[in-house]
């Protein structure tokens, strides 16, 4: 693995770096770490790696390694920057014949997503997209037993994604990661719903199977002045005949990640919390709910199965849910150099077509939220 951006001075990098050592399958073998070359040697180096492994910009770092042997040069690269400047490096290392992981949202806009899809379905390459979210075991086993028929049809669903942590303008203050997130010029046109509630979207449509076809919207911004949302409701209607409400909201004052999944269909529902990571409720009409708790159990679904790490009664967290990611990544990366086809597990990660839909779920939430008659927007293409 190569890694642009993550250095010392970074917020989710070092997540990234412990996720994808996890299992022992990555390497770390260079990296152009901050736009700062001085904070990205420092950071390489603190990272183990020798000095002409560790780069002063991304352009320097995939020319170089595509010069060394294979198994030498790195596989993939992992883009870890604020979404301003995903795009060019994942065109350029597939351009070069490496393989792509980036952070969420994929690009910085619908048309650069397109243009990124057009690019791996001409070379071939895999990219991965870290919707850590759905790593999680429980959510795993909230998918396949929906997909088994336990809750009927579908009839209505409410995800919700709070934070506090932007209630005043901290970004003002500088020396946080508040900055680059509320900047237009580097976050795009979105704010809140763009940083956090593709999380939410993205969670809906993999756990339920259905697609989000349209919705009505609205958009707020609390803090005085803050160029972007902050807070973002919407009704949302799905293929199959789902509908559902999804509130992300970053001014929750006193919350920190509380994202909280139910679905309802006509037999019965199902809860998660992320805060609870472990749990899963289902509820029924005509018995008492039941309590599942993931971990090593012999009940549980092949799919929660297959990504399940600590043995029962133990937490599977945030860093084991974005290594299940990169290990699925990894291992169809794998698969496909021996010339072998990645099994279903393998694959289930997200792909450029979850970023290309992310980024159609934000430019269809900005369209409809500010808009002030607050009129049915169908889903953007």
Same mark, same amino acid.
């Given at each position: ?7 010392? $001075?970074?917020?989710?990098?070092? #997540? ?22 001085? /904070? ?26 595509? @010069? ?9 690269? =992992? /883009?870890? =920057? ?87 303008? &901290? ?24 940083? &956090? ?10 756990? =339920? ?31 199959? *005949? ?8 970053? &001014? ?16 019965? *529902? ?16 005509? @018995?008492?709910?039941?309590? &599942? ?31 299940? /990611? ?5 291992? =169809? ?28 779920? #934000? ?9 002030? $008659? ?8």
């Amino acid at each position: 693995m190569g890694m642009v951006g993550g250095g010392s $001075d970074a917020f989710i990098g070092a #997540i990234h770096r412990r996720a994808a050592l996890m299992e022992n399958d990555i390497e770390l073998v260079c990296g152009c770490f901050s736009i700062n070359p001085e /904070i990205s040697l420092s950071s390489g180096r603190s990272y183990h790696l020798p000095d002409n492994r560790i780069y002063k910009n991304y352009t320097e770092m995939f020319e170089n390694e595509s @010069r060394l042997p294979e198994g030498e040069r790195m596989d993939f690269v =992992t /883009i870890v =920057t604020p979404n301003r400047f995903h795009y060019e490096p994942a065109v350029t290392a597939l351009d070069l014949g490496f393989h792509v992981v980036v952070d969420k949202p994929m690009t910085f806009s619908l048309d650069e997503a397109k243009q990124l899809q057009a690019k791996v379905e001409q070379t071939g390459l895999v990219l991965a997209l870290t919707h850590v979210y759905t790593g999680y075991p429980a959510v795993k086993e909230m998918k396949t037993r929906i997909a088994n028929g336990e809750l009927g049809k579908l009839r209505r669903l409410y995800v919700e994604y709070s934070q506090g942590w932007l209630a005043d303008r &901290i970004e003002l203050q500088g020396g946080n990661n508040a900055g680059w997130r509320t900047d237009p010029k580097l976050t795009g046109k979105a704010g809140c719903v763009g940083d &956090i509630g593709t999380h939410a979207w993205h969670l809906s449509e993999y756990v =339920t199977g259905q697609k989000v076809t349209g919705l009505c919207a609205e958009l707020t911004t609390f803090a005085a002045g803050r160029p972007v949302d902050d807070d973002g409701v919407a009704f949302l209607h799905y293929d199959g *005949g789902l509908k559902g409400v999804l509130t992300s909201t970053q &001014i929750a004052i006193g919350e920190a990640n509380k994202i909280y999944l139910r679905i309802y269909g006509e037999k019965g *529902g199902l809860e998660w919390s992320q805060m609870d990571p472990n749990r899963l409720i289902l509820k029924w009409g005509n @018995r008492p709910e039941e309590t &599942i708790h993931v971990g090593s159990n012999t009940y549980l679904g092949a799919a929660a199965a297959w990504d399940v790490r600590t043995p029962a009664g133990h937490p599977e967290g945030f860093i084991e849910s974005f290594a299940n /990611i990169y290990r699925n990544f990894a291992l =169809t990366l794998n698969a496909r150099q021996n010339g072998e086809t990645p099994t279903p597990d393998m694959l289930d990660f997200p792909t450029v077509y979850d970023g290309v839909r992310g980024m159609q779920f #934000i430019e269809t939430m900005v369209t409809a939220g500010w808009d002030n $008659d607050k009129k049915w927007q169908p889903w953007i293409d």
